[in-house]
């Protein structure tokens, strides 16, 4: 168990922060945040719960970083779910079906983690932030690239990724998609991409 008398080099920082990360994320996986006490993520990191200081402020700021860890895995499913894909169309349609499906999944697998998501997202705005700003980034680069091979009309690629998150904004909130069923909620999604793309395609199909 780690001693608040140990020094911390610098490089092993980051290492540890981690592993407290991945214990916190576990027992909120299991018990929920509300249950989960900060002896508990310490005895499970190896460390005492006085030492958990040395490197968050209290159980909201490691929360905040299971979130950042939870969002990450998120951009990178959709990053990685558009890199396969060879069309505007199609790529939008991977984006926004990776969205309702990582969050259907989390759902699923860990609801207690998925609700504190969700706090979190509406409690620490600077998250919810840069999550919206990932999206956009990536919506962006979709939208370039589709007017870069011709396949969309040549417009303001930020302001039409934007038209887009907008009306993306039921599939990319879980408490507005869950009331409806998996199949029906992806169909929509599929429709709306198909109806936003009429005006955008610079050759209709």
Same mark, same amino acid.
């Given at each position: 168990?780690?001693?608040?008398?140990?020094?911390?080099?610098?490089?092993?920082?980051?290492?540890?922060?981690?592993?407290?990360?991945?214990?916190?994320?576990?027992?909120? @996986?299991? &018990?929920? &945040? #509300?249950? @989960? #006490?900060?002896?508990?993520?310490?005895?499970?990191?190896?460390?005492?719960?006085?030492?958990?200081?040395?490197?968050?402020?209290?159980?909201?700021?490691?929360?905040?970083?299971? $979130?950042?860890?939870? +969002?990450?895995? !998120?951009? =990178?499913?959709?990053?990685? $779910?558009?890199?396969?894909? %060879?069309?505007?169309?199609? %790529?939008?349609?991977?984006?926004?079906?990776? =969205?309702?499906?990582?969050?259907?999944? +989390?759902?699923?697998?860990?609801?207690?983690?998925?609700?504190?998501?969700?706090?979190?997202?509406?409690?620490?705005?600077? +998250?919810?932030?840069?999550? !919206?700003?990932?999206?956009?980034? +990536?919506?962006?680069?979709?939208? %370039? $690239?589709?007017?870069?091979?011709?396949?969309?009309?040549?417009?303001?690629?930020?302001?039409?990724?934007? #038209?887009? !998150?907008?009306?993306?904004?039921?599939?990319? #909130?879980?408490?507005?998609?869950?009331?409806?069923? %998996?199949?029906?909620?992806?169909?929509?999604?599929?429709?709306?991409?198909?109806?936003?793309?009429?005006?955008?395609?610079?050759?209709?199909?």
């Amino acid at each position: 168990m780690s001693d608040l008398s140990e020094p911390v080099a610098p490089e092993s920082v980051e290492p540890i922060r981690a592993a407290i990360i991945d214990a916190a994320e576990a027992r909120f @996986t299991e &018990y929920g &945040y #509300t249950k @989960t #006490t900060l002896n508990e993520i310490a005895s499970e990191a190896g460390m005492s719960a006085a030492n958990l200081y040395r490197f968050f402020e209290n159980k909201l700021d490691i929360a905040a970083g299971v $979130a950042r860890r939870l +969002l990450a895995r !998120r951009e =990178a499913a959709l990053k990685a $779910a558009v890199a396969t894909e %060879q069309t505007a169309v199609a %790529q939008l349609q991977a984006y926004i079906l990776t =969205a309702l499906r990582f969050d259907r999944d +989390l759902q699923d697998s860990a609801p207690q983690l998925a609700r504190m998501l969700e706090k979190l997202l509406d409690e620490r705005k600077e +998250l919810a932030t840069l999550h !919206r700003k990932a999206r956009q980034e +990536l919506l962006v680069q979709l939208v %370039q $690239a589709g007017m870069g091979s011709g396949e969309l009309t040549p417009s303001d690629a930020a302001q039409i990724a934007q #038209t887009l !998150r907008a009306a993306f904004i039921l599939f990319e #909130t879980p408490m507005l998609h869950r009331q409806y069923p %998996q199949a029906e909620i992806e169909r929509l999604a599929l429709q709306v991409v198909s109806v936003l793309l009429q005006g955008l395609l610079a050759v209709n199909p």
